[in-house]
């Protein structure tokens, strides 16, 4: 068909500056189309010598055509008879469609007609800046500065934008019951253009086939730009050029992460895909390398010594960094005297070292199936400020005097010496706790008796009890999982949970709640806000399916308490962790700020995060707020710790992300040795595209797509969380309880897919 052709032609044409001016660019199209034409009447006469009719386009067509027409250049004035020959029509009815078809059009404000039968996309002059977001499906967007509508940008559109970047946009009219759209018409500011996939390797070049949600087109790599990667393997790529009329991407190897299917290169790609790094730089090892072991005496003799109070870590069996320490001792008053001892990170990692600019750059740990991708070198987390037992250590630590009835009588921020006792796993804590005989069991005994308190209290005041099971995978030496279960909080996680929540807030509260007469100074807090009433209102119609109520608006307290009451009344049914779930997405999610507002789900006035200064930067940064203030400075600049909590806040959504990532690749890769089994499973998620179902065995989700129910055409009710049979009627509603097939697990995706029983 010519009209491909002439596409291609009044696409790539008015890409170019239009300083030669309108005519010329006409003249240009003109010419192009007729050697089209000329071309395809040579074909004609290869073929039989017929003499070639005009194609009649449907009305759609028509305007379909004509507003590609005017978008690619809204600068052009056109008249109908070259609009017509743009689009590759030359009979005489449809020409006056046409002409008619311009005119409604001008009236309608789509078109402006700048003289008398000649017209020009009515938009100019209506430029907006924002952010472009980009899709494989071809459906981009821009998000303006201002917010408000996202506007649909074609790919044709799109000036070869990426995901994320900062953009410039010319605004189309809006045409009656169309979608805002526009054109990218200057990209601002670019975020870094990488991207993993698998390569594929000729004698030529090679590709890049990546499964990125953002990105349609493989990435073309010249050869030499290899970097000595084969067919097969895991890389990292970086795109360097995109030309206007190409459709693929030019890019170069930056890493080869390994054979695709190799655990390690699987894990690295993850952590690649989301923009985390996979290796710890040189000279930053090398800066924690020069760091001494030895504790100088003139150090120890300026805290506070606790080296012979009984002290001791409670830690997942595989930890090799432990934060956090607890001492106790019983007083003469029969009180009881608690230290929560924190690694005193910030006593080695000083302010702007290259040690400390990479830890602000990565903001956190990341905990991925089979490892950990420590936040600082491994010399400081696992070694130097590791609270090791039988080794001194620097501490920074809140001490508490509590009551029988876990009062706190008194307590201080100190800066100390420990040396730790014993280290406990969980379940070797939980073992003290459950028989009452072990190490340590008068301290274990009587802090879990306190933690007990401490936790009734809290819910009594409002807070919300999400205690969810985690999924755990046992593994083999190569990375292989070998069975899914689920790990579940007992006694002595709630035990180390009580208390370093304790020290969290008693920190807030002593830089946010100042003296009378005393200004407050610029502090970190972990916020977190008021559930949206619109999402409480959503979950409370949603649970009324399982026959639930939840009163959804009131005081925060009653809210909270509803939910407490709900989460109780699901505890053990099937659709327990449907539940659980939907009620965490109506929440608000916590984040760092240094305006404070109080942390809506544990109920407390004042929260930070004081605890974790291995894994999280916001935790170095409340540490050094606190020797500042502790040692009268004045109050830090707001706006730089700002900045930090929303690069912080950012960072910890994407390392969760990308541990989800972990987790779904290994579900996949559980099941994909189990195809042709049937499991029974709940609906977990329900969309236009299918059905998510979650098994009840292993928690393992796959998806149902909809192309596969074909004994009927199924139509999503977004508003009721369900597909609907058009003909037969039938439901799939979100939380409904399904049996399945599983058909394929696809591990470039990760993804399963299931067919219903």
Known sequence: MAEKGIARCFLSTFVKEEADGPEKLLHEQE??????????????????????????????????????????????????????????????????????????????????????????????????????????????????????????????????????????????????????????????????????????????????????????????????????????????????????????????????????????????????EFGLPYKYPENVEKAAKRIPDEIPADEIAKREDFRDVLTFTIDPKDAKDFDDALSARLLDN??????????????????????????????????????????????????????????????????????????????????????????????????????????????????????????????????????????????????????????????????????????????????????????????????????????????ATFIRRFGYRLKSDGKKTEISKGINHLLDQVQGKPEENLIETVAIRAMQKAKYSTDNIGHYGLAFDYYTHFTSPIRRYPDMMVHRLLERYMAGGKSAVKKKYENLCEHCSSMEQVAANAERASIKYKQVEFMSDKLGQVFDGVISGVTEWGLYVELNDNKCEGMVPMRDLDDDYYEFDEKNYCIIGRRKKRRYRLGDPVTIKVAQANLERKQLDFLLV
């Not at 009979?91 to 020009?120: I, T």
């Not at 200057?186 to 996939?197: A, H, I, N, T």
């Not at 903001?363 to 001194?392: F, G, H, K």
């Open 334 to 539: 029969g009180n009881w005297e608690v230290g929560v001892h924190i690694a005193d990170v910030t006593h080695y990692v000083k302010p702007e070292s290259v040690i400390d600019r990479e830890a602000e750059s990565r903001a956190t740990s990341v905990y991925l199936v089979d490892r950990t991708i420590p936040m600082l070198p491994e010399r400081l987390c696992n070694q130097i400020c590791s609270l090791r037992p039988n080794e001194e250590k620097l501490c920074f630590s809140a001490i508490f005097e509590l009551d029988k009835d876990a009062e706190v009588v008194r307590s201080r921020i100190c800066r100390t010496v420990i040396k730790s006792d014993r280290r406990f796993a969980y379940e070797e804590a939980q073992e003290v706790i459950e028989k009452g005989e072990g190490d340590c069991k008068e301290a274990i005994l009587a802090l879990n008796e306190l933690a007990k308190k401490l936790r009734e209290k809290r819910f009594r005041h409002g807070a919300i009890n999400f205690d969810r099971y985690e999924v755990k995978f046992e593994i083999d030496e190569n990375g292989k999982p070998l069975r899914v279960y689920f790990k579940v909080s007992k006694d002595a996680n709630k035990l180390i949970e009580e208390f370093m929540l304790l020290a969290n807030k008693t920190v807030a509260e002593l830089v946010g709640r100042p003296p009378k007469g005393k200004a407050k100074k610029t502090f970190v807090y972990r916020i977190h806000e008021v559930p949206d009433p619109e999402k409480m209102e959503n979950f």
């Open 31 to 272: 010419e192009m189309y007729m050697v089209k034409k000329n071309d395809k009447k040579k074909d004609k006469k290869k073929a039989g010598g017929k003499r070639s009719r005009s194609t009649r386009l449907k009305k759609e067509a028509i305007m379909h055509r004509i507003v590609s027409t005017f978008e690619s250049s809204p600068a052009l004035p056109l008249n109908y008879k070259q609009v017509c020959k743009l689009i590759g029509i030359d009979n005489n009815v449809q020409k006056l469609q046409v002409a008619d078809m311009l005119e409604s059009m001008a009236a309608g404000g789509f078109l402006k007609e700048v003289d008398r039968g000649r017209y020009r996309l009515n938009n100019l002059g209506t430029i907006a800046e924002g952010v472009f977001v980009r899709r494989s499906n071809g459906k981009n967007s821009f998000i303006p500065d201002e917010g408000g509508t996202p506007i649909f940008i074609a790919e044709r559109n799109s000036a070869h934008a990426m995901d994320g970047d900062r953009v410039k946009v010319q605004l189309f009219a809006r045409r009656k019951n169309a979608e805002p759209e526009g054109e990218v018409i200057e990209v601002l500011e670019s975020k870094e253009r990488v991207f993993v996939g698998k390569l594929q390797v000729t004698r030529g070049f090679a590709f890049l086939v990546t499964e990125n949600k953002t990105l349609a087109n493989d990435i073309f790599i010249p050869k030499e730009k290899l970097k000595g990667g084969k067919t097969g393997d895991k890389a990292i790529v970086r795109i360097v050029e995109w030309p206007d009329n190409a459709k693929n991407p030019i890019g170069e190897v930056v890493d080869i992460l390994g054979m695709a299917g190799d655990n390690t290169a699987e894990m690295h790609s993850i952590l690649a």
